[in-house]
Nanobody, 122 residues
Framework: QVQLVESGGGLVQAGGSLRLSCAAS????????MGWYRQAPGKQRELVATFTSGGSTNYADSVKGRFTITRDNAKNTLHLQMNSLKPEDTAVYYCNANIISVATPRVTRRYWGQGTQVTVSS
């Protein structure tokens, strides 16, 4: 059973920082693309930052220069350092990964974490 578990959300004042983490666990053969998405109340889920399967990074325009995505392949973890937070960054942040499990090595499945709340007060 493969799982993604996020941590690190919370309440912070505008201008502050938070660091989100995502840990993938279970019978994992390999992890391809990984990334962070967010969903604010009444809005659709949107991409925040991702690592492609080739290792390059993509950021939403709204977070460029403020957020940094990093990945530890040895530990199957993903992080998002969020600086200069704004009230409009308030959302539930989700970790996402394309994972090949040991049980089904020919199949790539997309997994989501349960989400972690980030609230930025003005």
């Amino acid at each position: 059973q493969v799982q993604l578990v996020e941590s690190g959300g919370g309440l912070v004042q505008a201008g502050g920082s938070l660091r989100l983490s995502c840990a993938a666990s279970g019978s994992i053969f390999s992890i391809n693309a990984m990334g962070w998405y967010r969903q604010a109340p009444g809005k659709q889920r949107e991409l925040v930052a991702t690592f492609t399967s080739g290792g390059s990074t993509n950021y939403a325009d709204s977070v460029k220069g403020r957020f940094t995505i990093t990945r530890d392949n040895a530990k199957n973890t993903l992080h998002l350092q969020m600086n200069s937070l704004k009230p409009e960054d308030t959302a539930v942040y989700y970790c996402n990964a394309n994972i090949i499990s040991v049980a089904t090595p020919r199949v790539t499945r997309r997994y989501w974490g349960q989400g972690t709340q980030v609230t930025v007060s003005s």
